[in-house]
T-cell receptor, first 111, second 114 residues
Framework: QKEVEQNSGPLSVPEGAIASLNCTYS??????FFWYRQYSGKSPELIMF????GDKEDGRFTAQLNKASQYVSLLIRDSQPSDSATYLC???????????FGKGTMLLVSP | DAEITQSPRHKITETGRQVTLACHQT?????MFWYRQDLGHGLRLIHY???????NKGEVSDGYSVSRSNTEDLPLTLESAASSQTSVYFC?????????????FGSGTQLSVL
């Protein structure tokens, strides 16, 4: 069974700090990896995706992928209170056309 | 602007009733999905469709059905609502399959089955 694991949190960081969110997945045949942000009572919104090993940067966000370790992470630099949300990791496996989501990590950024 | 719309936003129904949740997208995306989200389980796929007349079962499809008669709409029907189907339901759409499956979600329907 394809599984995506995330620490449920909450992860608490002070404003201006780097928040590090982690995700592991069960199958080495994974193709692509996505990070979604979900504010309380709202729908998930895509913030980052990564296909290749290494780092991918987009503004204050950096996604890191290590396929050998089956590990993907999201770094948020200069965290703001508005970043407080649940972050969902999603994985697409080769041969499958749908995403599998982790349960999400709640991030709390305190002023 | 193109969007994906779900209705109703909130629904209360009784056990055993048939319920239909609507999903309408104006992006002209071929792929549409229904997920449910519950505490402790995250987002789980119910049904999905890759085009008109195409429907597929997801991880938790028992008790649910969908139909795709046009590109814009994918209604989700609960044949006989059960309390275990109390949940938040999200519809989503995407343009491509496989590695490029970037989903765009509707605002959700909160369903309560009493």
């Amino acid at each position: 069974q394809k599984e995506v694991e995330q620490n449920s949190g909450p992860l608490s960081v002070p404003e201006g700090a780097i928040a590090s969110l982690n995700c592991t997945y069960s199958d080495r045949g994974s193709q692509s990896f996505f990070w979604y942000r979900q504010y309380s009572g709202k729908s998930p919104e895509l913030i980052m995706f990564i296909y290749s090993n290494g780092d991918k940067e987009d503004g204050r966000f950096t996604a890191q992928l290590n396929k050998a370790s089956q590990y993907v992470s999201l770094l948020i630099r200069d965290s703001q209170p508005s970043d407080s949300a649940t972050y969902l990791c999603a994985v697409n496996w080769a041969g499958f056309s749908t995403l599998t989501f982790g349960k999400g990590t709640m991030l709390l950024v305190s002023p | 602007d193109a969007e994906i719309t779900q209705s109703p936003r909130h629904k209360i129904t009784e056990t055993g009733r048939q319920v239909t949740l609507a999903c309408h997208q104006t992006w002209n995306h071929n792929n549409m999905f229904w997920y449910r989200q519950d505490l402790g389980h995250g987002l789980r796929l119910i049904h999905y469709s890759y085009g008109v007349q195409d429907t597929n079962k997801g991880e938790v499809s028992d008790g649910y059905s969908v139909s795709r008669s046009n590109t814009e709409d994918l209604p989700l029907t609960l044949e006989s609502a059960a309390s275990s189907q109390t949940s938040v339901y999200f519809c989503a759409s995407s343009e491509k399959t496989g590695a490029d499956e970037k989903l765009f979600f509707g605002s959700g329907t909160q369903l309560s089955v009493l």
